[in-house]
């Protein structure tokens, strides 16, 4: 049941990656969807990305289990506790609002503004709490 939960997603972020004109990458890059990317994409496209993202990071934490003894060493938990506030609609419009905000980092990665001005605000802020 697990199992096909995850499927459709991932199928869904490959798709999402192959639509947004993602480069071709060799085997040790993975395409970088960037804030171009993002604005050109459908609500439909934002919305499997960061599906597909909730996934893996949902995945990782499953296989890393309670207490991984290499917790020192993953973004995990971070991740976890810095997007877990929020929906997908909730973050598709935050992302949505940076890149028209921020109309001049249209060459920056989707995930690093995820990471640096969503999760790491959100997991900082309830650090403090």
Known sequence: MVLKRL????????????????????AHELPIVTGADWVASTDRE?????????????????????????ADHTLIDTWVKGLSPYTIRELRTMLDQYFVDHPDQMDRPVVEVLWDDIALKQAYKEAKQ
Not at 7 to 26: E, K, R
Not at 55 to 70: A, W
């Open 7 to 26: 499927v459709a997603p991932l199928c869904m972020l490959a798709l999402v990656l192959s639509m947004i004109g993602a480069t071709v990458a060799n």
């Open 46 to 70: 934002r919305g499997a990305f960061l599906l597909g993202m909730a996934t893996v990071i949902e995945l990782e934490k499953q296989v890393q289990g309670i207490d991984p003894p290499f």
